[in-house]
T-cell receptor, first 115, second 115 residues
Framework: ETGVTQSPTHLIKTRGQQVTLRCSSQSGHNTVSWYQQALGQGPQFIFQYYREEENGRGNFPPRFSGLQFPNYSSELNVNALELDDSALYLC??????????????FGAGSRLTVL | AQTVTQSQPEMSVQEAETVTLSCTYDTSENNYYLFWYKQPPSRQMILVIRQEAYKQQNATENRFSVNFQKAAKSFSLKISDSQLGDTAMYFCAFILITSGSRLTFGEGTQLTVNP
């Protein structure tokens, strides 16, 4: 059984560019969520996807968007990058159902640096 | 809105000794879970222990146990027989049962286990 995998592990972008981060969920998990973790802080919830639709969003602007595919993998897209977008982006997947949905398995994250 | 507070940015302990990490939270809801996650330098968030709010009995996982005081909204983590591999950032987290995968994290406590 594979865990949650994320790519790329590191990337550098310049302000104003766009970035796409990818996540493959753990086998059998159909809910994917994304978190932003700034340096020295706890992760902040961005949004979650269930059955290919956004199903809950944190306090992030619309330039943060996502997709979930039929195989439950997911992408996080960030447009018009700002310096403050520099962070570790964590993807997490969870089992279906009201109880299973609360137990998350995290990936190792994608470290984004915006110059 | 839910908040989670960890008042100890850094802690250290000698190998084989016991250490307690503190966490308080604020919510007006009754149905929730609390978690402690460990984030080593590899960056992957690893679940240490989970506590269901409706359970009075404190959760235990091998060397890890919690002291859950629902009325005081306190959720501390005790690590017994500390090992060098326990060195990591520890995050306390809260989730409403109805919110799927929307975790609220504290700011974290950096624990260092010294030989």
């Amino acid at each position: 059984e594979t865990g949650v995998t994320q790519s790329p592990t590191h990337l550098i972008k310049t302000r104003g560019q766009q970035v796409t981060l990818r996540c493959s969920s753990q086998s059998g998990h159909n809910t994917v969520s994304w978190y932003q973790q700034a340096l020295g802080q706890g992760p902040q919830f961005i949004f979650q996807y269930y059955r290919e639709e956004e199903n809950g969003r944190g306090n992030f602007p619309p330039r943060f968007s996502g997709l979930q595919f039929p195989n439950y993998s997911s992408e996080l897209n960030v447009n018009a990058l700002e310096l403050d977008d520099s962070a570790l982006y964590l993807c997490a997947s969870s089992l279906p159902g009201p109880i299973g949905a609360n137990v998350l398995t995290f990936g190792a994250g994608s470290r984004l640096t915006v110059l | 809105a839910q908040t989670v507070t960890q008042s100890q940015p850094e802690m250290s302990v000698q190998e084989a000794e016991t250490v307690t990490l503190s966490c308080t939270y604020d919510t007006s809801e009754n149905n929730y879970y609390l978690f402690w996650y460990k984030q080593p330098p590899s960056r992957q968030m690893i679940l240490v222990i989970r506590q269901e709010a409706y359970k009075q009995q404190n959760a235990t996982e091998n060397r890890f146990s919690v002291n859950f005081q629902k009325a005081a909204k306190s959720f501390s983590l005790k690590i017994s027989d500390s090992q060098l591999g326990d060195t990591a950032m520890y995050f306390c987290a809260f989730i409403l049962i109805t919110s799927g995968s929307r975790l609220t994290f504290g700011e974290g406590t950096q624990l260092t286990v010294n030989p």
